[in-house]
Structures are given as C-alpha cells and as structure tokens.
C-alpha cells in the first residue's frame, strides 16, 4: 500500500513543474509583428481588405487626410485612408499610426468632428447614410488610431483588435 502512495507524492511536483512550464511558455511565444512598434498600417490595412470588399472605396493620400480630419501630417507616421467614390456615400476607412501617442486625444478629437459633421450633412438627406456614420468606430490601441463607417465596420474592427 506504502509503494503507490510514495510514487503519488513524487509524481505531483512534477506535474507542477510541467504545468508552471507550458505556462511560461505560452505566455512567451507572441510574435514580434503583432506589437504595435512592429506592426504597420500597411499590414493592418492588408488584413482588412482580405477580410471586407473595399471596391466602392477610393484610396486617399496626405492632402484628403488634412482635409477630412484637419490633422497635421507631420504628427502621422503612417496611414491608410479610403472613402467613398461617391459624395452621397459615407463610408470612410481611416488607420492612422502616430509618431507620439500623446497626440492621440488631439486626433481623436479632429476625428469627431468629422463624424458631427457627417451627421448634419446625412441627417435629413440620406437617412441610411447618417446611421452608418451614427454607428461609426472609433478606437485606439496604442499610436494607432482606428475609424470606421460602414456596413461591414464590425467586421473590420474585428480585423483591427486581431491584428494586435
């Protein structure tokens, strides 16, 4: 009777010790790509197109940025900016990757703006266009800034908080 409950007792750290591992194994094996210093706009913006259509979107460059957001470029370290090919359209993609993220708020800020514009603009005139932008996505983690209007912005935000 004495012999199993001796090999019981040495057994039992051991697993311990097994379990403590794997453990500290796992919580150590996060890839490198997916910290917000590693990872890249361009990456983040790759995985959102796989995932949603963005055919009836037009890809913006520095000067639409400044003009929908009022954002000094010189702040931004990377972006990526779609919006719709049509005026009577709201839909807007935005992943903004600041050099500081002390400027976070400030953009956040320019960033709501934009949407209470949007708003009035949409509000009597195309009502299915103003829910979209009233059930819009703004979010950041880190020096990165997300914003979305769409049908498919769960999916997209979805895409977003997986990339970290």
């Known amino acids: 009777m004495r012999g199993p409950w001796k090999y019981r007792r040495s057994l039992v750290p051991a697993v311990l010790v097994m ?3 794997i453990y500290v194994l796992t919580g150590c094996s996060g890839t490198d790509d997916k910290t917000a210093d590693k990872l890249s706009v361009a990456q983040i913006g790759e ?3 796989q995932a949603v259509s ?5 890809a913006g460059d520095q000067t639409k940025l400044q003009k929908l ?6 702040n931004v370290d990377d972006f990526i900016l779609y919006t719709s090919t049509s005026n ?15 400027q976070v708020e ?10 209470d ?7 009597d005139y195309r009502p299915d266009e ?20 769409s049908k498919e912005a769960d999916q997209m935000e979805r895409v977003f908080d997986d990339a970290f």
């Open 19 to 21: 379990i403590v591992t």
């Open 47 to 49: 995985r959102i197109e």
């Open 54 to 58: 963005l055919k009836d979107m037009k």
């Open 69 to 74: 957001y009022m954002i000094d470029v010189d």
């Open 88 to 102: 009577v359209r709201a839909d807007e993609l935005a992943i903004i990757k600041l050099k500081d993220s002390s």
């Open 106 to 115: 400030n953009v956040r800020e320019k960033i709501t703006q934009r949407i």
């Open 117 to 123: 514009a949007q708003k009035i603009k949409f509000k």
């Open 130 to 149: 103003y829910f979209l932008v009233d059930h819009h996505v703004l979010k950041t983690k880190g020096p990165f800034i997300f914003f979305a209007v």
